[in-house]
């Protein structure tokens, strides 16, 4: 490795939820265009610190490796995004990396977000419809509402806006932004509307919209630039005017 | 009625539809996937989805959709059911725009329409250029409203290894394996439909998802299923060269105007933007003058090889071509293609509106899969049914762009309701059969496990997975010869001696990814053979699959379906006839 370029990896690893937490750096061979996920993938193929231990390949979620599924979330040089758009050549060296620090651990990178899809559940973010069989086309849509839904519907559930945020933590259950942005955008659409109420009730009660303390994080770790701050706002002021005039309209 | 379990495997738009009509009629669904389902590959499609709605007042028709369908095929598939699922198309898309799906809109507030390959008409419902992710998440969202009410159970972070078959080889369930804590567990079914998606991790470098290794077709085949046209392997002309991956850059940029071109002059060393146009050699234009940029996509990556590789005519001398966005307005970039413009823009450095993007053809989708019957998406392994990506039925020896989702969605839509109607009439449903079946099931798999976890050597999963891709991309996609397909097998060969010698670095149960890795790339291994020996055996031209040695399509000898069976660790390949009832085969030609 001595005469070409490397480039050095820390990972904060873990063997499981109740394991120890070590460091381990790693210096690999570097390439054109790597991104992180190159990057545990050589470990992976030589899964040698180094000091010159052997260890394990690190585990960590990746799927589409186009920032489209939302699978390789973690913090990366103190900031959390996605791995697979985190080129090698703009990332300042020793590149740090370590798991989200809001979800349970799985294994060293990898953590469990499962709580974003409950919590989804929890708020019925969906369109009700009566069945698939064939009942024609569906609401007509002006194009400039369509653009707006459209950017709020891009969220990919990574759950950077939730690691970033200061109210989501071990004392309280808010929801993120994520979660209020879905309900924003249920809540736009002409079918999803006419269930407005039940999300709104839902998002009143524990760890809804009225923990946000409009901290801002949000919206600058969001990969996809969804309006996070407006959405949070926007489910706030339909959440109170479904509470004060919300019995004059069922 | 007589509740029955269905179970699911994979997650993605076929299998998620498959669940909401299962669950819709009232069954019970195990949902099986190795993401958590939103996180699937389907959420890489870009372009759109086909529907011949003719809302452009262009005369476009459903027959015309099958036409194209069938003719950008190149008549290898079976044709009635093919033209159900254009038939079936305009109420899909009705259906998706009914759950919510962000589809971009005309002015009248009407679904927008937009070109794609191998059609003239203005065809493909779209949303942005990430159709694919909002359609998954639509159905998700449908899938997650049904699990509220407990008619669905998500198994997610769940790996399909096999199918439990009984003493009379009936499919009574599955053994899967848990990511996390590695258990290995039966779960009897009274029926079971698989939607597993692509193999692209078998050429290593595709535009394929992480997770769309071929395992569990792969693992099927060993236990019986029949696989077909496992030789058609689709190669998408424009995506963006990765180290990790290829991204692709969405058909529907040249749907939506976008051109292909390269310098006349070999090595041009300029700024793209600086040559002018007289000096700049758009190909597809001038050889298919009547279809241009949206030729089909076999078409296209054939050119892109020819300037390339036979004319020397690369951008800066390398295996590339520009893809240029360049003249066209920005804020029509932006509403329409917005969500791949940026993928170039985040993984080049470069923003495709002010610079032609450097693309070359790349691995995408497997025409080929596991062999199902006409009607019911049922394999020949009773009980066991397969839709989407992972079976070979509506695409032929070539895919047209924005027919995936199209097919995924209707693949799901018979799928569910006939393995439905199939358990409701077996005899004796899979809780009668004896827990003995499952148990033997569950113990072979763990010895697999067991001896993968314990094998000595010095072998690297990762380094013959690399090894696979290299043989598989080099001799198995673009332009086949027979004696480099004969070496390809050979080194397949060799690297499934190799795997015997695979030394796992980490032996742990917990969260052990290299270990469900390499049990994945044994599978991966086996279907790879298949697909190089599928390849050898058809020696003719016919959509994707090129033969310079064979340059013609031959319906006398290979107008046949290539139907393999595994058996005692050799494949056995029967043809079986096409039915061309609906449409005769013709001549295959877009250049007037």
Redesign the interface.
Known sequence: MAEGKTIIVKIKRQ??PKEPVRWEEFEIPW?????V??CL?EI????VTRDGR????V?????????????CAMVINGRSRQA??A?VDHLEQPIRLEPMSKFPI???L?VD??VM?EN??RL??????D??Y?????P????ER??V??AL??C??CGNCLEVCPKVNESSDFVGAALLNQVRL?NM?P??AMHAHERLQAVRGVGGVQDCDNAQNCVKACPKSIPLTESNNDVNRQALLDAIFGWMFR | MNPTRVILIGGGLAGLMAT??VA?LGHKVDLFSV??V????S??AQGGINAAKNLKGEGDSTWKHFDDTVYGGDFLQNQPQVKGMCEAAP?IV??L????V??????????DFRRFGGTLYHRTAF??A?TG??LL??LD??V??F??EGKVRKL?SWMFVSAVLDEGGVCRGVCAVNL?SGEVRAFPADAVIVATGGIGAIFRQSTN???CTGSAQSALLQQGVHYANAEMIQVHPTAIP????C??ISESVRGEGGRVWVPKTPGDKRDPRTIPEAERFYFLEEWYPKYGNLVPRDVATRAIHKVVHEQGLGVDGKPMVYLDVTHLPRQMLD?KLG?VLE?YE??V?LDPRDHPMKVFPAQHYTMGGLWVDNERQATNVPGIFAAGECEYQYHGANRLGANSLLSCLYGG?VAGPAAVNYAQNLETSAEAVSSEVFERERKRQEEIYDKLRSQEGSE????IW?EMGETMTRHVTVTRYNKDLVAADAKLAELQERYQHINL??T?R?????LHFTRELGNMLVLARLITQSAALRNESRGAHYKPEFPERDDENWLRTTRASYENGEFKFQLDPVDTSLIPPRKRSYKS
């Open positions: 063997a499981g390439r054109p265009n790597m991104n996920i190159a993938i992976a193929q030589n899964p052997k260890t394990t390949p585990s960590y979620e990746a799927n589409c490796l186009e920032e489209v599924c939302g699978a697979c758009s080129l799985v294994r060293d990898a977000r499962s899809f989804a559940k019925r973010c969906w369109v009700p419809i069945g698939t064939a009942i024609g086309p569906g007509r849509i002006s194009p369509q653009q839904a459209y519907s891009r990919i559930f249920f659409h079918t999803g | 909401i009509r819709e993401v958590p939103r996180r699937s590959h959420v890489c109420g009705d259906l725009d009914r759950m919510g962000t589809f971009n809109r005309t002015a009248e507030g009407l679904l949303a942005g990430t992710q909002q998440y639509a969202e449908q997650r409203r699990e509220s997610e996390r998802s992480v997770a990765g180290e990790d991956k991204r692709l509403v969500g993928i985040k993984f450095g839509m690297n999963p990762i380094t690399k670095a980490d742990a917990w969260g052990n990814q290299s």
